[in-house]
């Protein structure tokens, strides 16, 4: 069973319904988010292209444990996964984290 895979695709469905179902930030309608992700993307790619090319690979992957598809540079597709679901969790509870209109800080309660 490729776990990896598997491990990929769970986290992005639990990073989205997280979203859809609980933080609601509305983050999957914001440009600016699909921007970010385009640059967090376009730096994975130079940097996992380094870390897992095939000809001199720093970081192995077991064959079993990925579907073996590889893009580009012989990066395996599920880091690609791994990558969304940690950055779009991460923006998603500093979104969900921080003072709204109308909230009130501490120095300012009675």
Do not use: N
């Not at 990925?66 to 979104?95: A, C, N, Y």
Request: aromatic letters at 10%.
């Amino acid at each position: 069973m490729p776990e990896y895979t598997v491990l990929t695709v769970a986290s992005i469905v639990l990073v989205v319904l997280l979203e859809l179902c609980v933080l609601r930030t509305g983050i999957f309608r914001s440009g600016v988010y699909w921007i970010s992700m385009g640059i967090v993307m376009g730096f994975q790619v130079l940097v996992d292209g380094w870390l897992t090319k095939l000809s001199d690979p720093i970081v192995l992957y077991e064959a079993s444990m990925t579907t073996g598809l590889r893009v580009p540079w012989d990066i395996p597709v599920e880091d690609f996964g791994f990558g969304f679901s940690m950055v779009t969790l991460t923006m998603m509870l500093w979104l969900r984290a921080r003072p709204r209109p109308g909230d009130r800080s501490p120095q300012e309660e009675p």
